[in-house]
């Protein structure tokens, strides 16, 4: 399941096929069954809980989608009133100390892409580089704070945020640059 977040009240589910098969949402007549779909939802909210820290017990309003055969969208709107604090004030997000991103990229022409876009930053922190079942991984470490929101907009634009973790990448990935991975990569390819 792919959770990306679309505005502050607004997430959007990618569910393949195959994984509504193998929650059983699909065998025969079962499809039916309100107490499975309200499963699904469930563990829907805990995700956004956890992941962006949005309150799941207000109204929310469920649209569904079917984009191909292979995969349906859910996208899930919580209440914009329950978002707010004071009605006259609106929910300002607290800043947590980041320490590191970690994106996922389809391919290593978007990391030689990101590299060079990024290559007149000075600071540039330590920079890994990862591959894991078809897909790069790249990890953002110790940046100034200043620069966490050009690298969440970079890392955004040429991939996306990854769910993985670190240790997952180096138990089950292969390494490919460790530490100064921009640099390297901006030093071995050219744009032209």
């Known amino acids: 399941m792919k959770v990306e977040r679309l505005s502050a009240n607004k997430v959007k589910f990618s569910i393949t096929i195959d994984e509504l098969e193998d929650k059983g949402l699909l065998d025969n007549d079962q499809w039916r069954e309100s107490l499975i779909w309200h499963d699904l939802f469930e563990e829907m909210l805990e995700e956004i809980q956890v992941l962006y820290g949005l309150d799941s017990t207000s109204a929310v309003t469920v649209e569904i989608h079917s984009l191909n055969s ?25 800043e947590s100390p980041i320490h590191q991103y970690l994106f996922v990229f389809d391919s290593i022409e978007e990391i030689i892409s990101i590299s060079h876009r990024m290559k007149h930053i000075e600071d540039q922190g330590i ?3 990862y591959y894991k079942e078809g897909q790069y991984y790249l990890m953002f470490h110790n940046w100034d704070p200043k620069l966490h929101p050009i690298v969440g907009a970079l890392g955004c634009e040429y991939g996306r945020i990854s769910c993985e973790t670190v240790y997952v990448l180096e138990e089950y990935g292969k390494v490919i640059l460790k530490n100064d991975a921009l640099k390297k990569i901006t030093s071995f390819f050219s744009i032209l």
């Open 127 to 129: 920079t890994s580089l």
């Open 70 to 94: 292979n995969e349906m969208t859910l996208i899930v709107t919580l209440d914009i009133e329950d978002l707010y604090e004071d009605e006259n004030e609106p929910f300002i997000e607290e």
